[in-house]
């Protein structure tokens, strides 16, 4: 398994560059990408984490416990566009505890101007230079009777 993907991740790079559907790896070049820039640009954000093998060594495995998700994992946070549904930035890989407005302001990702950006609920405070900021509410139960 390990094999192929060694082997065929090169040839999906390639192939996504090729269409132009490679997401920015560098986060001041966003801003200028020619796909998120398009006119008045509606941008989601948000964290994402792919499950992982236990470390053996302790210190990395409490690094990469996810308390949500009771696993360990490794995290990443993605800007995607709202309309065309296409990953515009993706960012280092971190592990799975750390925050998601944490990568994000370590990232100091450059929006397209006039961005209006969509934040998923890990991005409480999280206040980057656009246009328009929106922040899904979390639902309250009722009380039980």
């Known amino acids: 398994m390990n094999y192929w993907i060694h082997r065929l991740l090169p040839i999906l ?10 997401p920015e790896r560098i986060p001041g070049h966003f801003a200028g990408d020619p796909a998120a820039a398009g006119g008045d640009p509606r941008l989601i954000i948000d964290g994402t984490e792919r499950r992982r093998q236990r470390p053996n060594n302790p210190e990395k495995q409490a690094a990469h416990s996810s308390g949500k998700k009771k696993t360990h994992s490794d995290k990443n946070v ?5 309309r065309g549904r296409r990953v515009g930035f993706l960012s280092g890989t971190y592990p799975g505890k750390t925050h998601d407005k944490r990568v994000a302001d370590e990232a ?6 006039g961005t209006a950006l969509y934040k998923g609920t890990g991005f409480q405070g999280y206040g980057p230079a656009v246009k328009e900021t929106c922040q899904a509410k979390k639902k309250s139960h009722p009380a039980e009777s």
Not at 13 to 22: C, I
Not at 78 to 82: C, E, L, P, S
Not at 108 to 113: D, G, H, R
């Open 13 to 22: 790079r390639e192939a996504l560059d090729e269409l132009g559907a490679l």
């Open 108 to 113: 100091a990702i450059a929006y397209p101007p």
């Open 78 to 82: 993605v800007v995607t566009d709202a």
